[in-house]
Structures are given as structure tokens and as C-alpha cells.
């Protein structure tokens, strides 16, 4: 392929849709193939008005033979854009950040890459007994699992500050609201495939809160996450308003009074392909 025929281009030195428009004026000058030709442009969604810019583009002579990807890190701006330009041929993708899985397959010992391997839990498998079954095979690794957690939460599952070494500490001072955040989004990666917003974690409150709450067939699983190391009954508020439960832990891990206790850890690795 003729080098000529990529544009890479960051749009963070840039102040308006017209700078936008006059990358790919100059691109269209100085690449003249007449085969396919790619622009890339990164960070988009920080130009005011950069949906009216790729509207301009798809509608003039500049996009003749070229495919655009267009990447942004707010999600959300990317989506609007998208949203304002109908009847277009355009894909929006979101590409997410590692989870704490995707992570460990890609960076754990090779021992507990084939483990993982071997047990996961799906959507479906959200059971205190398949939970417990999977779990037990794990916990020779659990050590290994919370000192990847900690890297984890260090890195944000940033793929460049983790091959970088890099850790901008995303944790400190905010453990627990941190752990919360990344089991809730775990639960509702698992469940994408799902369009009922009935079947995504919520919070649960009587007389206290439930840190999060999934409905799997026709049952409520309750969740409560406490990250100190020695954990019991007694720290599941609502008890008695489900009839599964699992209490999140930093290492406990014990089947008592019809309550799974399990390492944040070792659930958070279960989670998934």
C-alpha cells in the first residue's frame, strides 16, 4: 500500500471545524491515488462543531475513494455527532477498557491464564452455587489475583500505562467507591448483550442500601462489596430481601447462612469469555 494513501492525524493542536476541514482539503492535494485512501483522526470530539466538519466532508468531493475513522475519548460526543448526520454510511464502535479479565488473560502467570481459561461466568451463571463451583478452582491464585487487582485499579485498564509501567494511582483515598465502580460495570459488560434495562445492576434501598442488585431468570442475586479482609452476615443490610447473596471481600472466602462470601478478586476474574 502506498504510504501516501494513510493520514494519521491528532485533532488536539486544533480550535475549529475549519482547521478539521483543511486536513482533508490537504490531504485530498498532496495524496492524488486514485485507489482507496484512509484518514484517521484522533481526539475529534475535542473540536467544537466537529460533527459539521465530517458532515462537509461526506458531502463534497473530498470523500471520493476514502474511508474516515474518527475517534474520540468521550464516547458520548461521538455518539451525538453520529446521531446529527442521517441516511450516512456510519459505524459507531466503543471500544472499552480492559476489564480486570481481559486483563489477567493478557498480562497474568501462564498457571493462572489456563485456569482462566477453564472457568468463567457468564450472564446466566450469576449463581451462588456456579459462582462457588468456578471460584474454588481459582483460589490457589488468589494471591496472584489481588496483586494484579491492585495494578488494575493503579492503571484504570489503560493498555498504555500498563505495558508502560506508567501508573497514575486512579485509587488512592477512594478504594472502596473505586471497586464498586468497576464491579457494576463488569455486571453490565457481561450483560450487553441484553436491551431490558431491568437485567442491568442497580442499587437496592429499604431501610440501607444494596450495592448492587441483578436480575438473572427469574430471580434477584444482592450484592454488598466491603474491602476490609474479615467479613460476615452481618455486614448484608437487606439479608432476608434476597435469595441469593454474595458478599465481596478482600481475601474471606466462606459459604455461611446461605451467603457466598468471595474475593472482589476472584469475582471480578470469573467475569466474562
Not at 85 to 106: A, E, H, W
Not at 108 to 119: M, W
Not at 135 to 144: G, I, Y
Not at 170 to 192: H, I, M, P, T
Request: aromatic share 12%; with cysteine.
Amino acid at each position: 500500500m502506498n504510504p501516501r494513501s494513510i493520514l494519521y492525524f491528532s485533532c488536539e493542536p486544533l480550535n475549529s471545524k475549519k482547521d478539521i476541514i483543511d486536513v482533508f482539503s490537504d490531504f485530498d492535494q498532496i495524496s492524488t491515488d486514485s485507489t482507496r485512501r484512509y484518514i484517521f483522526l484522533d481526539e475529534v470530539t475535542q473540536i467544537k462543531d466537529w460533527g459539521l466538519a465530517i458532515k462537509y466532508f461526506l458531502e463534497t468531493k473530498l470523500s471520493k475513494n476514502k474511508l474516515l475513522v474518527a475517534t474520540g475519548s468521550n464516547a458520548l460526543l461521538l455518539k451525538k455527532g453520529s446521531e446529527r448526520l442521517p441516511r450516512r454510511d456510519i459505524n459507531v464502535k466503543l471500544f472499552l477498557l480492559l476489564s480486570f479479565r481481559d486483563f489477567l488473560l493478557n498480562f497474568s502467570s501462564e498457571d493462572l491464564k489456563t485456569a482462566l481459561k477453564e472457568n468463567n461466568i457468564n450472564y446466566e451463571g450469576l449463581r451462588v452455587e456456579e459462582l462457588k463451583s468456578k471460584a474454588m478452582n481459582l483460589l490457589p491464585s488468589l494471591d496472584e489475583l489481588n496483586a494484579d487487582l491492585y495494578i488494575y485499579l493503579k492503571t484504570g485498564g489503560y493498555l498504555k500505562s500498563i505495558t508502560m509501567g506508567k501508573y497514575g494511582d486512579y485509587s488512592e483515598g477512594f478504594e472502596d467507591k473505586l471497586l464498586q465502580g468497576v464491579v457494576c460495570e463488569a455486571l453490565a459488560r457481561l450483560n450487553r448483550q441484553y436491551l431490558d434495562v431491568s437485567h442491568f445492576p442497580w442499587f437496592y434501598a429499604k431501610k440501607k442500601e444494596t450495592d448492587f442488585v441483578v436480575k438473572v431468570g427469574d430471580h434477584l442475586l444482592g450484592g454488598e462489596l466491603r474491602s476490609q479482609n474479615k467479613v460476615g452476615k452481618k455486614d448484608f443490610p437487606n439479608f432476608y430481601s434476597f435469595k441469593e447473596r454474595i458478599l465481596l471481600s478482600k481475601k474471606d472466602f466462606k459459604y455461611e447462612d446461605k451467603l457466598l462470601i468471595l474475593p472482589v478478586s476472584l469475582f471480578l476474574a470469573l467475569l466474562g469469555e
